[in-house]
Every structure is written in C-alpha cells, then in structure tokens.
Nanobody, 115 residues
Framework: QVQLVESGGGLVQPGGSLRLSCAAS????????MGWYRQAPGKQRELVAT???????NYADSVKGRFTISRNAAKNTMYLQMSSLKPDDTAVYYC?????????WGQGTQVTVSS
C-alpha cells in the first residue's frame, strides 16, 4: 500500500502563485510515475502533470509555461509550483502514484483562484 498526503492549497488572487506538496510513504517501489490531477466542480478529473522516477515530465497544455512539477526522491515528495494562476485553475488537486503495486490517490487539496 501507498499513502499520499497533499498540502499547500489555499486561496490566491489571479496572477498569484502557490506550491503544492505530496508526501508519499509505504510500498513506493523504485519504478513509478507520480502526478498531479485536478477536478473542478461539475467537471471530470483531468491530468495536470506527471513525472517519472527518471524525471521524464509531461504537462497538460493548459498549464505549460505556468506550472512546474518536481520531485525529491530522497524525501519521497513531489511538488507542483503554480504561477500566473487563473480562475480556471480553481479545483481540488489530487496527488497520484502509479507503480506495479497499483494506482494510488491522495485526499486532495483545494486551490481557489479568486479576487
């Protein structure tokens, strides 16, 4: 089993920045993919960005150039630096880890972009 705990969400004005963190514990395994997904009210959960254990990175077109995903392998922690935030970025952000043991989700953290 894997446990994922997100932190760092909150309320921010348009154009502002936030950094989300996801701490992973349990049977992480060396080979895995971690990622951030988000779900806005009334919409399906969507991919934001993913990063592999070899640091291969993929972004959704809607966040390219504004968001940066990274991970600290020694701390089993993943980050999402979000800049130039827009009201459309408002959503619950979920941490995800996929490995040979399964597909795991955190509980989510709310990000609200509003003036």
């Amino acid at each position: 089993q894997v446990q994922l705990v997100e932190s760092g969400g909150g309320l921010v004005q348009p154009g502002g920045s936030l950094r989300l963190s996801c701490a992973a514990s349990g049977m992480i395994f060396a080979i895995n993919v971690m990622g951030w997904y988000r779900q806005a009210p009334g919409k399906q959960r969507e991919l934001v960005a993913t990063i592999t254990n070899t640091n291969w990175i993929n972004y959704a077109d809607s966040v390219k150039g504004r968001f940066t995903i990274s991970r600290n392998a020694a701390k089993n922690t993943m980050y999402l630096q979000m800049s130039s935030l827009k009201p459309d970025d408002t959503a619950v952000y979920y941490c995800n880890l996929y490995n040979d043991g399964g597909n795991y989700w955190g509980q989510g953290t709310q990000v609200t972009v509003s003036s």
